[in-house]
Protein backbone atom coordinates (compact mmCIF):
# COMPACT_ATOMS: atom_id res chain seq x y z
CA UNK A 1 0.00 0.00 0.00
CA UNK A 2 1.21 3.44 -0.53
CA UNK A 3 2.64 5.58 2.09
CA UNK A 4 0.34 8.80 2.26
CA UNK A 5 1.36 12.17 1.57
CA UNK A 6 0.31 14.86 4.16
CA UNK A 7 1.12 18.65 4.79
CA UNK A 8 4.41 19.72 5.98
CA UNK A 9 2.27 20.92 8.84
CA UNK A 10 0.68 17.53 9.53
CA UNK A 11 4.09 15.89 9.22
CA UNK A 12 5.89 18.01 11.55
CA UNK A 13 3.42 18.00 14.32
CA UNK A 14 3.56 14.36 13.31
CA UNK A 15 7.60 14.43 13.98
CA UNK A 16 7.07 15.32 17.54
CA UNK A 17 5.10 12.22 18.68
CA UNK A 18 6.87 10.08 20.90
CA UNK A 19 7.27 6.41 18.88
CA UNK A 20 5.24 3.86 20.54
CA UNK A 21 3.05 6.37 22.27
CA UNK A 22 -0.77 6.11 22.06
CA UNK A 23 -1.97 8.99 20.18
CA UNK A 24 -5.81 10.89 20.11
CA UNK A 25 -6.14 13.23 17.74
CA UNK A 26 -8.70 15.81 18.31
CA UNK A 27 -11.05 17.25 15.16
CA UNK A 28 -9.26 14.44 12.68
CA UNK A 29 -11.04 15.56 10.12
CA UNK A 30 -9.88 13.20 7.13
CA UNK A 31 -7.89 11.16 9.16
CA UNK A 32 -4.63 12.04 7.69
CA UNK A 33 -2.45 12.49 10.85
CA UNK A 34 -3.82 8.51 12.32
CA UNK A 35 -2.76 7.04 8.89
CA UNK A 36 0.07 8.71 8.38
CA UNK A 37 1.16 7.76 12.34
CA UNK A 38 0.54 4.64 11.91
CA UNK A 39 2.20 3.67 8.42
CA UNK A 40 5.03 5.25 9.27
CA UNK A 41 6.03 3.11 12.33
CA UNK A 42 5.60 5.63 14.84
CA UNK A 43 2.26 4.65 16.38
CA UNK A 44 0.30 1.02 16.87
CA UNK A 45 -2.77 2.78 18.49
CA UNK A 46 -4.47 6.05 17.23
CA UNK A 47 -7.95 7.76 18.34
CA UNK A 48 -9.62 9.52 15.30
CA UNK A 49 -11.97 12.21 17.33
CA UNK A 50 -14.17 14.31 15.29
CA UNK A 51 -17.73 16.38 17.16
CA UNK A 52 -18.90 16.22 13.35
CA UNK A 53 -20.09 13.08 11.66
CA UNK A 54 -19.61 13.74 8.24
CA UNK A 55 -15.62 13.86 8.83
CA UNK A 56 -15.90 11.14 10.73
CA UNK A 57 -16.79 9.04 8.24
CA UNK A 58 -14.84 10.51 5.29
CA UNK A 59 -11.85 9.60 7.93
CA UNK A 60 -13.27 5.99 8.38
CA UNK A 61 -13.32 5.36 4.62
CA UNK A 62 -9.65 6.71 4.03
CA UNK A 63 -8.53 4.14 7.61
CA UNK A 64 -10.56 1.30 5.78
CA UNK A 65 -8.64 2.03 2.41
CA UNK A 66 -5.46 1.72 3.96
CA UNK A 67 -6.23 -1.31 5.91
CA UNK A 68 -5.72 0.24 8.91
CA UNK A 69 -8.91 -0.35 10.88
CA UNK A 70 -7.26 -2.64 14.07
CA UNK A 71 -4.69 0.36 14.48
CA UNK A 72 -6.80 3.47 14.28
CA UNK A 73 -9.92 3.83 16.40
CA UNK A 74 -13.24 6.25 15.33
CA UNK A 75 -14.50 7.92 18.11
CA UNK A 76 -17.28 10.23 17.79
CA UNK A 77 -17.09 13.01 20.37
CA UNK A 78 -16.95 16.84 21.25
CA UNK A 79 -13.04 17.37 22.36
CA UNK A 80 -11.49 15.28 24.65
CA UNK A 81 -14.63 13.23 25.64
CA UNK A 82 -14.09 10.15 23.00
CA UNK A 83 -11.10 9.49 25.44
CA UNK A 84 -10.22 8.23 29.28
CA UNK A 85 -7.33 9.40 31.39
CA UNK A 86 -5.37 6.21 30.48
CA UNK A 87 -6.38 5.54 26.88
CA UNK A 88 -3.72 7.72 25.62
CA UNK A 89 0.05 8.99 26.05
CA UNK A 90 -0.45 11.66 23.50
CA UNK A 91 -2.84 14.17 22.38
CA UNK A 92 -2.53 15.89 18.68
CA UNK A 93 -5.20 19.03 18.14
CA UNK A 94 -3.91 20.84 15.13
CA UNK A 95 -5.88 23.43 12.73
CA UNK A 96 -8.38 25.11 15.15
CA UNK A 97 -8.66 28.24 16.46
CA UNK A 98 -6.59 28.91 19.86
CA UNK A 99 -9.89 29.90 21.55
CA UNK A 100 -11.54 26.74 20.78
CA UNK A 101 -8.55 24.88 21.47
CA UNK A 102 -8.22 26.21 24.92
CA UNK A 103 -12.46 25.56 25.54
CA UNK A 104 -11.22 21.98 24.56
CA UNK A 105 -8.96 21.54 26.87
CA UNK A 106 -10.41 23.16 29.80
CA UNK A 107 -13.45 21.24 29.33
CA UNK A 108 -11.53 17.84 29.27
CA UNK A 109 -8.44 18.75 32.06
CA UNK A 110 -10.31 15.40 33.70
CA UNK A 111 -9.28 13.45 30.80
CA UNK A 112 -5.25 14.45 31.13
CA UNK A 113 -3.02 12.83 32.78
CA UNK A 114 0.15 13.71 34.42
CA UNK A 115 2.92 13.73 32.07
CA UNK A 116 0.77 13.63 29.10
CA UNK A 117 2.35 14.96 25.55
CA UNK A 118 0.26 17.81 24.08
CA UNK A 119 1.18 18.64 20.25
CA UNK A 120 -0.52 22.10 19.54
CA UNK A 121 -1.25 23.62 16.53
CA UNK A 122 -3.60 27.20 17.15
CA UNK A 123 -4.33 29.13 14.61
CA UNK A 124 -5.07 32.00 16.03
CA UNK A 125 -5.56 33.86 19.64
CA UNK A 126 -1.87 32.11 19.61
CA UNK A 127 -1.06 35.02 22.31
CA UNK A 128 -4.03 34.22 24.23
CA UNK A 129 -3.46 30.69 24.06
CA UNK A 130 -0.23 30.58 24.92
CA UNK A 131 -0.95 32.20 28.38
CA UNK A 132 -3.90 29.89 28.85
CA UNK A 133 -1.04 26.95 28.73
CA UNK A 134 1.53 28.56 30.88
CA UNK A 135 -1.12 29.77 33.69
CA UNK A 136 -2.59 26.02 33.54
CA UNK A 137 -0.43 23.65 34.41
CA UNK A 138 0.90 22.85 30.52
CA UNK A 139 4.50 23.61 29.66
CA UNK A 140 6.09 24.40 26.10
CA UNK A 141 9.30 21.94 25.82
CA UNK A 142 9.58 23.14 22.39
CA UNK A 143 7.97 25.18 19.42
CA UNK A 144 8.40 25.17 15.74
CA UNK A 145 7.04 27.82 12.75
CA UNK A 146 6.14 26.09 9.55
CA UNK A 147 5.20 27.92 6.45
CA UNK A 148 2.91 25.43 4.55
CA UNK A 149 1.49 26.71 1.01
CA UNK A 150 2.16 30.35 2.08
CA UNK A 151 1.07 30.14 5.46
CA UNK A 152 2.25 29.90 8.88
CA UNK A 153 1.43 27.82 11.39
CA UNK A 154 2.73 27.20 15.15
CA UNK A 155 2.91 23.60 16.74
CA UNK A 156 3.76 23.58 20.65
CA UNK A 157 5.59 20.33 21.98
CA UNK A 158 3.72 20.60 25.34
CA UNK A 159 3.40 18.15 28.68
CA UNK A 160 0.67 18.58 30.96
CA UNK A 161 0.80 18.97 34.92
CA UNK A 162 -2.11 17.33 36.59
CA UNK A 163 -1.38 20.37 39.58
CA UNK A 164 -3.43 18.53 42.13
CA UNK A 165 -1.35 15.63 41.48
CA UNK A 166 2.09 17.13 41.66
CA UNK A 167 3.86 14.52 40.34
CA UNK A 168 6.80 15.00 38.16
CA UNK A 169 7.44 12.69 34.91
CA UNK A 170 10.44 12.28 33.63
CA UNK A 171 9.58 14.03 30.99
CA UNK A 172 8.95 17.36 32.57
CA UNK A 173 12.87 18.22 32.61
CA UNK A 174 12.72 21.56 34.34
CA UNK A 175 9.76 23.59 33.42
CA UNK A 176 7.32 22.61 35.73
CA UNK A 177 4.34 25.08 36.16
CA UNK A 178 5.82 27.52 34.42
CA UNK A 179 3.58 30.67 34.91
CA UNK A 180 3.06 32.97 32.27
CA UNK A 181 4.01 36.20 33.80
CA UNK A 182 7.98 34.49 33.67
CA UNK A 183 7.27 35.33 29.86
CA UNK A 184 7.73 38.86 28.06
CA UNK A 185 5.02 39.94 26.18
CA UNK A 186 6.51 39.52 22.51
CA UNK A 187 7.22 35.58 23.75
CA UNK A 188 3.53 35.03 24.74
CA UNK A 189 3.57 36.61 21.01
CA UNK A 190 5.90 34.88 19.01
CA UNK A 191 6.80 31.80 21.21
CA UNK A 192 10.32 31.65 23.83
CA UNK A 193 11.69 28.92 21.70
CA UNK A 194 11.25 30.24 18.02
CA UNK A 195 12.95 33.64 19.56
CA UNK A 196 15.68 31.93 21.69
CA UNK A 197 16.47 29.35 18.78
CA UNK A 198 16.47 32.38 15.41
CA UNK A 199 13.38 30.89 13.67
CA UNK A 200 14.32 31.67 9.60
CA UNK A 201 10.53 31.33 9.43
CA UNK A 202 9.82 33.40 12.28
CA UNK A 203 12.19 36.14 11.22
CA UNK A 204 10.14 36.19 7.74
CA UNK A 205 6.96 36.32 9.36
CA UNK A 206 7.69 39.40 11.72
CA UNK A 207 8.97 40.90 8.40
CA UNK A 208 5.79 39.94 6.94
CA UNK A 209 3.53 41.21 9.91
CA UNK A 210 5.59 44.19 10.20
CA UNK A 211 5.07 45.70 6.91
CA UNK A 212 1.23 44.68 7.26
CA UNK A 213 1.02 46.71 10.36
CA UNK A 214 3.03 49.88 8.88
CA UNK A 215 0.22 49.69 6.33
CA UNK A 216 -2.86 49.40 8.29
CA UNK A 217 -1.02 51.85 10.40
CA UNK A 218 -1.10 54.58 8.06
CA UNK A 219 -4.40 54.02 6.55
CA UNK A 220 -6.10 54.70 9.76
CA UNK A 221 -4.01 57.63 10.50
CA UNK A 222 -5.06 59.19 6.89
CA UNK A 223 -9.06 58.11 8.24
CA UNK A 224 -8.49 59.55 11.43
CA UNK A 225 -7.51 63.14 9.70
CA UNK A 226 -10.46 63.19 7.56
CA UNK A 227 -12.75 61.77 10.54
CA UNK A 228 -11.40 61.73 13.69
CA UNK A 229 -12.71 58.50 16.01
CA UNK A 230 -12.51 57.27 19.68
CA UNK A 231 -12.53 53.71 17.88
CA UNK A 232 -9.81 54.80 15.20
CA UNK A 233 -7.31 56.36 17.95
CA UNK A 234 -7.33 53.40 19.86
CA UNK A 235 -6.77 50.62 17.49
CA UNK A 236 -4.20 53.21 16.35
CA UNK A 237 -2.69 52.68 19.99
CA UNK A 238 -2.88 48.88 19.97
CA UNK A 239 -0.80 49.30 16.33
CA UNK A 240 1.49 50.94 18.32
CA UNK A 241 1.98 48.19 20.66
CA UNK A 242 1.83 45.55 18.03
CA UNK A 243 4.95 47.27 16.39
CA UNK A 244 6.95 47.68 19.57
CA UNK A 245 6.61 43.67 20.07
CA UNK A 246 6.87 42.84 16.88
CA UNK A 247 10.66 44.78 16.55
CA UNK A 248 11.42 43.64 19.91
CA UNK A 249 11.03 40.13 18.33
CA UNK A 250 12.53 40.79 15.60
CA UNK A 251 16.16 41.94 17.62
CA UNK A 252 16.41 39.54 19.80
CA UNK A 253 15.78 36.73 16.97
CA UNK A 254 18.65 38.21 14.69
CA UNK A 255 20.73 38.70 18.01
CA UNK A 256 22.85 35.91 17.38
CA UNK A 257 23.16 37.10 13.11
CA UNK A 258 24.63 39.79 13.94
CA UNK A 259 27.10 39.24 16.16
CA UNK A 260 28.27 37.01 13.01
Avoid at 4 to 11: A, E, N, Q, T
Avoid at 13 to 24: C, E, H, I, P, T
Avoid at 118 to 128: A, D, H, N, T, Y
Avoid at 199 to 221: A, M, N, P, R
Wanted: charged residues 30%; aromatic residues 6%; contains cysteine.
Amino acid sequence: MELLKISDRLRSAAGLVYKGARVADIGTDHGYLPIYLVQNGISECVYACDVRKKPLERAQAHISSYGLDDNITIRLADGLCGIQKDDVDTVTICGMGGKLMKDIIEAGKDRLSNGMQLILSPQSEVREFRAYLLENGIDILSEMMIKDEGKYYFIMDCVYHDMAEGAVDNNNTHLQGKNAAEYTEEELRYGRYLIDNHSEVLKEYLDKEYGSFISIQKSLKEQNVKKPSAAIEKRLQELEADIEYNRKAELSCCAQDAQK
